[in-house]
């Protein structure tokens, strides 16, 4: 799992350091990779998937289930 965070989120290169922040941003971290490990609708890397959910407002509606 530290290996996916590293590599799809860039993990290790966080220079967030003050209070609670870095816990919260961790979090944050894993229920969104918990999210594109579900999405089986479109065979590509977790990676390039949260590419796609920056790019693409109707996949991102539907991995948070926003979708109608």
Do not use: P
């Not at 919260?24 to 977790?46: E, M, P, V």
């Not at 390039?48 to 920056?54: M, V």
Request: aromatic residues 8%; hydrophobic residues 50%; contains cysteine.
């Amino acid at each position: 799992m530290h290996w996916v965070l590293d590599v799809a989120f860039r993990e290790d290169d966080c220079r967030i350091r003050v209070g609670e922040a870095a816990q919260n941003f961790a979090i944050l971290r894993r229920i969104a990779l918990n999210l594109l490990k579900k999405d089986k609708s479109t065979k590509l890397g977790i990676a390039n998937k949260r590419l796609k959910a920056g790019w693409n407002v109707d996949y991102l509606a539907k991995l948070l289930g926003l979708a109608i």
